[in-house]
């Protein structure tokens, strides 16, 4: 009987794991913050592609809305680049003795 309870802990256990490493995954802050400016980014990019004169006059000839929505795209892309090549590592979470016996 203590076999398959043991068994059972363990078993609910790595399913814990399983989720909460996928949790952290999902809410990592690089892919939130990535994809907000990727979508900005294209958004002001598009909005900086054909500038009104008066965009022109203001901004004293400096196509800003092109250049910003350039820049919100690379670091975008940054952020999600670092996010593929370095990974969240998984949560280790360790059992004791007085946790296994509750």
């Known amino acids: ?17 399983g989720k909460s490493t996928t949790a952290s995954r999902l809410f990592d802050l690089r892919l939130i913050i990535g994809g907000l400016f990727v979508v900005y980014g294209v958004i002001v990019t598009i909005a900086g592609i ?3 004169d008066s965009s022109l006059d203001k901004s004293e000839g ?24 370095r990974p969240t590592p998984p949560v280790e979470v360790e059992v004791t003795e007085e946790e296994e016996g509750a």
Do not use: C, Y
């Open 1 to 17: 009987m203590s076999e398959n309870s043991d068994h059972d802990v363990q078993r609910a256990v790595s399913e814990l794991e």
């Open 50 to 52: 054909s500038p009104s």
């Open 62 to 85: 400096v196509n800003i809305n092109l250049w910003t929505g350039i820049a919100m795209l690379l670091l975008g892309i940054f952020f999600l680049g670092w996010l593929k090549l």
